[in-house]
């Protein structure tokens, strides 16, 4: 099945700089790449998708990229706010069953940003 | 226009009781999912129903068994819990890829 690794586990910025959480993939076949965003106590919520027919995808101060041959994918957050301060999940999808999509998570960054 | 809605949001069991989580979705999605979530291990598949009718084993799957009531509703039933099965559980739904989770239960196993 599908293996996703996210690094940093934790990432500590000044408010204002960029922040940048890496992730790879396993499986060549994976074609969606969602970042979730969780904050204390809270479900996680989506930020940003990219597909695999795409390489890069902005929407305000987040962006995410994606190298299909070298199998990692980036999430970019530019001008940090204090309230980007939460726990940022990367995942890939392991395959579609029927409309089912089956998601494999990595393991989370934990995003602090100081002022 | 409520999303995913899950129930309880907190519960403390004794290893060996039983327990259902439930959860309801009402935007029309096909496919629904449980995860837990414990520290410094992301989330996790427990199970997954692509469509009424039908339910998949995920990556853990042991110690639990789900029900696809409806189009609406998929639960999580723990016959026999076990300290091991303490963790916060979420719920989703999708219409394709993009998933959306519910606010999840708190669960203690003690």
């Known amino acids: 099945g599908e293996n996703v690794e996210q690094h940093p586990s934790t990432l500590s910025v000044q408010e204002g700089d960029s922040a940048v959480i890496k992730c790879t993939y396993s499986?060549?076949?994976?074609?969606?790449f969602p970042w979730y965003k969780q904050e204390l106590g809270k479900r996680p919520q989506l930020i940003i998708d990219?597909?695999?027919?795409?390489g890069e995808k902005k929407d305000q101060r987040i962006a995410v990229t994606l190298n299909k041959t070298a199998k990692h994918f980036s999430l970019h957050i530019t001008e940090t706010q204090p309230e980007d301060s939460a726990v940022y999940f990367c995942a890939a999808i392991e395959g579609l069953t029927g409309t089912a999509s089956k998601l494999t998570f990595g393991t989370g960054t934990r995003l602090q940003v100081t002022l | 226009n409520a999303g995913v809605t899950q129930t309880p949001k907190f519960q403390v069991l004794k290893t060996g009781q039983s327990m259902t989580l439930q959860c309801a979705q009402d935007?029309?999605?096909?496919?629904m999912y449980w995860y837990r979530q414990d520290p410094g291990m992301g989330l996790r598949l427990i199970y997954y129903s692509a469509s009424e009718g039908t339910t998949d084993k995920g990556e853990v799957p042991n110690g639990y068994n789900v029900s696809r009531l409806n189009k609406r509703e998929f639960s999580l039933r723990l016959e026999s819990a076990a300290p091991s099965q303490t963790s916060v559980y979420f719920c989703a739904s999708s219409g394709r890829e993009t998933q959306y989770f519910g606010p999840g239960t708190r669960l203690l196993v003690l």
């Open positions: 935007m029309n999605h096909n496919s």
């Open positions: 990219i597909r695999s027919n795409v």
């Open positions: 499986d060549s076949a994976s074609n969606y």
